[in-house]
């Protein structure tokens, strides 16, 4: 049974970095694609970022951001540590939110639909 676990949430200043990790147990992260999602409170979820298997799990190894991080978020995979990266530069208050990572076979496109698995989220709080 896949697992993921989040880590690296916290509280950081406006303007700062903080590094997401999102840990893969139960299955080999080669064959997924990983997605970030954030929930602010009040507010519907929202995809951050994506990144798709590479060639040799089956997928092209593309990604995806979302407009409002694009230029200030990194997402990256290692398959070896079963565990992808989201690298948040620049943050800003409205990036506060609960981040989860889902994963689905392969492709990013498959978030378009019902997502079997998911983190329990991790807490990102961006103070002014």
Do not use: H
């Amino acid at each position: 049974q896949l697992q993921l676990v989040e880590s690296g949430g916290g509280l950081v200043q406006s303007g700062g970095s903080l590094r997401l990790s999102c840990s893969a147990s139960g299955y080999t992260l080669n064959w997924l694609a990983i997605g970030w999602f954030r929930q602010a409170p009040g507010k519907e979820r929202e995809r951050v970022s994506c990144i798709s298997a590479t060639e040799g799990g089956g997928g092209d190894g593309s990604t995806y951001y979302a407009d409002s991080v694009k230029g200030r978020f990194t997402i990256s995979r290692d398959d070896a540590k079963n565990t992808v990266y989201l690298q948040m530069n620049s943050l800003k208050p409205e990036d506060t939110a609960v981040y989860y990572c889902a994963a689905v076979q392969y492709y990013c496109s498959g978030l378009n639909y019902d997502i079997k698995y998911w983190g329990k989220g991790a807490l990102v709080t961006v103070s002014s």
